[in-house]
């Protein structure tokens, strides 16, 4: 079973729109950590924001917000006014721990979002 | 610039053909990883590494081997390449495997196999 799904593949969106990329995750663990990556065109992976499973204010990076639910177990990324620039690939990914030394990022299969002009 | 750096940026191998990939960390991260992306398959891991001298398994491990003799290195290898393992190879650090702490990802290498 997926233990990170991004239920939509791709997204357009018009320019200065909010955007919510979906995001859930599977874990039975008490103790995890969620992340966004952003990935342009040009192929770099970009960190954007970070939440704490047991952060119980909702993250906030500049025009980033992650829409953590955790009873839901959602943890959807919201862009507020969209930028042409925000165009990209955008990833969810989760972390467990920390009791296993050999934790590991666990990756969606990503969402691609379009912003038109 | 400190980071993760990745040698070479883009390769084209024929089929059978061997080559190393190579990964090279300047902050001290005890933990790496290498991942491929395809399309629509999002980052999967290949390899990864808590610390000089260990690797282990990750979730495609099958026709790549790797290696961390030195705390700051860690190589990719495929003994004899697949067309199936064209794709972009990522490599990735860590301070701590603490659910705090992120990746720092090493630009890709694009890696075409004919």
């Known amino acids: 079973a997926q233990k990170i799904t991004q239920t939509q593949p791709g997204m357009f969106v018009q320019e200065k729109e909010a955007v919510t990329l979906d995001c859930t995750y599977d874990?039975?663990?008490?103790?995890?950590?969620l992340f966004w990556y952003k990935q342009p065109s040009s192929g770099e992976m970009i960190f954007l924001i970070y939440q704490g499973s047991y952060d119980e204010q909702n993250a906030t990076e500049g025009r980033y917000s992650l829409n953590f639910q955790k009873a839901r177990k959602s943890a959807n990324l919201v862009i507020s006014a969209s930028q042409l620039g925000d165009s990209a690939m955008y990833f969810c990914a989760m972390r467990e721990g920390p009791g296993n030394r050999d934790d590991k990022i666990i990756f969606g299969k990503g969402t691609r979002l379009h912003i038109l002009p | 610039n400190a980071g993760v750096t990745q040698t070479p940026k883009f390769r084209v191998l024929k089929t059978g053909q061997s080559m190393t990939l190579l990964c090279a960390q300047d902050m001290n991260h005890e933990y790496m990883y290498w991942y491929r992306q395809d399309p629509g398959m999002g980052l999967r891991l290949i390899h990864y590494?808590?610390?000089?001298?260990?690797?282990a398994k990750g979730e495609v491990p099958d026709g790549y081997n790797v290696s961390r003799l030195k705390k700051q290195n860690f190589l990719l290898g495929l003994e004899s390449a697949a067309p199936s393992q064209t794709s972009v190879y990522f490599c990735a650090s860590s301070y701590s495997p603490g659910m705090a702490y992120g990746y720092t990802f090493g630009s890709g290498t694009r890696l075409t196999v004919v």
């Open positions: 590494s808590v610390g000089e001298g260990t690797t």
């Open positions: 874990t039975s663990d008490q103790s995890y950590g």
